[in-house]
């Protein structure tokens, strides 16, 4: 692997790691304030969070991609001749798979946020002191609305990868540009 090759992949692998641990904390907390009812009221929330994350997500790394295409070839650190498209590609690649890896390692930690939610609204129910057929009704129709949630989480973290994948790929060509057109700021050979 070429100079550049390494510097970069160093600098995207720290800063990525960076990027995605703190994103993962407030994706957490966000998760953790979600109540879940009767009126389906959480739905919205949870997904403008993470849809707002399928498109954060990508932008980031193609703006630090950029950033550090342009930093490392403005030291003279170079690809070999005619690599940039194929290294440029594979990087996309890569982080569309952990991009997409880490959106589904967060929807298994969200499970039991979920849960957490569903038992406190099991609680508030019963809490009221409902006739029993009332209870067992609103209790049916938290299930049902505590199902539904599941599905669309689900379905949502499937759409958001097929999201940052295309905003990856779509972007693959702003940092060969970049590496192209960026010069040295070196001034001896």
Known sequence: MSGF????SGAMLISGAAEIVILDIFIQFTYEHF???TEKTARSSILTVIFAAAV???????LLGRLFTRYFKAREYTLTVSRDI???RNFIIIAAAVICADFIF???RSKPFFDKAHVD?????KILDLAPDNEAHRLFLLEQSYEELL???FYSV???CVIQALILLLSARVLVKAYREQGSILLYK
């Open 106 to 108: 967060l929807y298994e």
């Open 158 to 160: 499937i759409a958001a």
């Open 151 to 153: 599905d669309t989480v």
């Open 35 to 37: 109540k879940i009812d």
């Open 56 to 62: 954060i997500y990508p932008l980031a790394a193609v």
């Open 86 to 88: 194929s290294f440029f």
């Open 5 to 8: 090759g390494r510097k970069f």
């Open 121 to 125: 609204a099991q609680m508030r129910i």
